[in-house]
């Protein structure tokens, strides 16, 4: 029975069961062996079948523990009566599942090493004989029925499920009776042997620690059990008597010293279509979300130059120059450039917007100096390129034909998309043809009004069009800290450098994909990008391709949204295309999203972390939460407990010794005692 006060009250009925031969015993309405005979008390009278007796609980289970020995059971209205224990027995039962829902497993020869005795009383304790029999009990010390397949589907042997129901005050079963079946060598009898789950001894010592320090244990024990309860972590400190036999674990179970496994809410495609059922949300991961700028020109405005008068310039093609700044301006003052003595080679200027905007151009204007005629600009060549680091390409070149008439220095300039300010003096050139959008600009003049002339003027320069909105993605390398979202390749079997990253990039974001994240998720790394600068090359690239983590697999770089989860309840489904637990959507789709994302799709979201509606409501957190110690599997130390000795199940009494703080001093608990702190028939 039970002898740890832990003033459980367990209820015997005995039943004639149709198709079963002889009487069926159930403890808490869970099957525990059958009798030929009708049981009887010790004093000759019959056990009535189907009457509800309360097993009393004792202070000494090992009286009871043997076959023959009596237990006290009470019913009615103070009566009371002993009942010799039965052996355990199967006969008849097998095939009838609703008595034995789990088939009978196969065990080693009973009495062989991987199967022995452990109860030898007539050699160590004579005196106890009458309750303690020889071979009435034994341990399996192998992992045989771990590695079969005997054992598939049956509950968990530390974290039982619940099976019977709950009447009057009987508690809910906590196993159903799991049987094996091992044949005697000395006799050649069949010996049938009920599991007895309440012990489980595990060696820990400091030259044979647990595999993980014992986190798969405190996870089974950790739910059903009341705080203070639970089987704790293991794993101890290294320390100078335990240091040798450390050794380092990978399993997602192992657990670090005095530490407590992490509630969490793992959001995979499942568990997310399952959220989403029971708090009635349309919860969806997007995906179909691109990495390059958008280019939609619907959303532009037309403006009188698509350059900025905070614009950086780089001229070119001058031996000196004056009044850079006067290319754009707004304002009529004069921009001059020295040209002695230079002779195929343009004068050029490139205009470079501070921010990230693409612009398309559809004219070109400029502005006459104050003096001069014959250093005006008599032709041009006008370039664009997408990115800083890309290559020029040319949108239209020819000849300029500026009015004779001069413009007075420092005039502001009233201009719009459609017109020059027409109060100066301007020429300006259609570039119809020009549907490209570009980022900068250069604007090359390969000749003056006169060629002999050693210097260039002019007053402004304007590039009419349509400037785009600004760029939803950031360029991840440019000054500043940027962060950038990577998705692991399943898949690949290649990792290329496909983006062309610098060395010094491509070890920068590789570095930054290894590092262990904030919030696990085996597909998603959400980095960002502080200290260390990427090379020149790779400053305004968009795209950064994939590259390959510390351990091998390969990263890719994506949209910062992409697989988010965000709740669509209420918007027209007719914007999305659902897969499963995924949203096909586009990135203009995410405009409207007023919500922010509850996190990404296969997130381990930690309970005490303040997770997002609906992850914080307790019906979902009572549904889905899951316990968690190494789920990245990195590298936990794990070392054995000095304060152990190692589990010999053939060294006799005192085979399992274990320390029990007293008041005083200490003593140990032999494998007797150990023996009565279970639950057999």
Not at 444 to 452: H, Q
Not at 476 to 499: F, I, L, V, Y
Not at 553 to 567: A, M
Not at 655 to 679: C, N, V, Y
Request: net charge negative; proline share 7%; with cysteine.
């Amino acid at each position: 029975m039970d002898d740890r006060k832990t003033a459980r009250q367990k209820h015997l009925t005995i039943e004639q069961v149709e198709g079963v031969t002889g009487f069926v015993w159930l403890v808490d309405g869970t099957f525990r062996t059958v009798t030929q005979d009708q049981p009887t008390f010790t004093d000759g009278s019959l056990v009535q079948l189907d009457n509800r007796y309360r097993i009393v609980e004792i202070r000494r289970s090992f009286y009871v523990n043997c076959i023959g020995c009596p237990f006290l059971v009470t019913w009615g209205d103070g009566q009371e009566g002993d009942i010799p224990n039965p052996p355990v027995s199967i006969e008849g039962v097998e095939g009838n599942a609703e008595l034995l829902p789990y088939a009978t497993v196969a065990l080693p020869p009973f009495g062989s090493n991987e199967f022995p005795a452990v109860e030898k009383a007539s050699e160590e304790f004579p005196l106890f004989t009458e309750w303690i029999k020889d071979d009435e009990n034994a341990l399996l010390n192998s992992e045989i029925l771990e590695s079969s397949t005997q054992c598939d589907g049956f509950p968990s042997f530390r974290q039982p499920e619940a099976v019977a129901e709950v009447k009057d005050d009987t508690p809910l079963s906590n196993l159903p009776t799991v049987f094996g079946r091992s044949v005697n060598p000395v006799t050649g009898l069949e010996d049938i042997f009920a599991y007895d789950p309440h012990l489980t001894l595990y060696e820990n010592t400091p030259d044979k620690p647990l595999a993980d320090g014992g986190g798969q244990l405190v996870i089974d024990t950790y739910q059903p059990l009341d705080p203070g309860d639970q089987v704790m972590c293991h794993n101890v400190h290294r320390a100078h008597d335990n240091e040798d036999g450390c050794q380092l674990s990978y399993f997602d179970t192992a657990c670090a010293p005095d530490t407590v496994p992490q509630e969490t809410i793992v959001l995979d495609s499942g568990n997310l279509e399952d959220i989403s059922a029971l708090t009635n949300r349309s919860l969806l991961a997007v995906t179909g979300l691109t990495i390059s700028e958008d280019l939609n020109a619907e959303d532009g405005v037309f403006v009188s130059s698509v350059l900025d008068e905070d614009s950086v310039l780089s001229i070119e093609g001058c031996n000196s120059w004056s009044r850079g700044r006067a290319t754009k301006d707004r304002k009529t003052e004069k921009f001059w450039c020295d040209r002695t003595g230079i002779q195929n080679i343009p004068a050029s200027v490139v205009f470079s917007p501070p921010r990230s905007q693409l612009s398309i151009v559809h004219k070109l204007r400029m502005y006459t100096a104050n003096t001069s005629t014959n250093s005006d600009p008599a032709s041009y060549i006008l370039e664009g390129r997408v990115k800083p680091d890309a290559e020029w390409e040319i949108i239209s070149s020819g000849d300029l034909d500026l009015p004779l008439d001069r413009n007075e220095r420092g005039i502001p300039i009233q201009s719009s998309y459609e017109s020059g300010d027409v109060n100066l003096h301007y020429t300006e050139v259609p570039l119809s043809s020009n549907t490209k959008a570009y980022w900068d600009y250069k604007l090359s003049i390969p000749a003056t009004r006169d060629p002999t002339k050693n210097n260039l003027q002019f007053a402004e320069v304007e590039l009419p069009g349509l400037l785009l909105p600004l760029f939803p993605i950031s360029h991840n390398c440019a000054p500043g800290a940027q962060s950038s979202r990577w998705m692991k390749e399943a898949d690949a079997e290649t990792c290329p450098n496909s983006a062309g990253l610098g060395e010094g990039t491509y070890k920068l974001f590789s570095d930054l994909v290894s590092a262990k994240p904030d919030v696990y998720n085996p597909n998603i790394r959400d980095v960002t990008r502080e200290y260390r600068e990427c090379d020149s090359v790779d400053t305004y690239k968009v795209d950064l391709g994939m590259v390959q983590a510390s351990d091998g697999t390969c990263w890719k770089h994506v949209h910062d949204l992409e697989h988010s989860i965000f709740d669509l309840t209420g918007v027209d489904p007719a914007d999305y295309t659902v897969s499963g637990s995924m949203a096909q959507v586009s990135n203009a789709f995410l405009d409207g999203i007023l919500n922010d994302p509850i996190g990404n799709l296969d997130d381990h979201i930690a309970i005490d972390g303040s997770p997002k509606f609906p992850l914080d409501q307790q019906d979902v957190q009572d549904a889905f939460m899951t316990l968690e110690f190494n789920p990245t599997r990195q590298a936990v130390l794990i070392c054995g407990s000095p304060g152990e000795v190692s589990t010999d199940p053939f060294a006799s009494d005192h085979g399992f010794d274990i320390t029990i703080p007293q008041k005083t001093g200490a003593r140990t608990m032999s494998i007797w005692e150990l023996s009565a702190q279970r639950h057999t028939t």
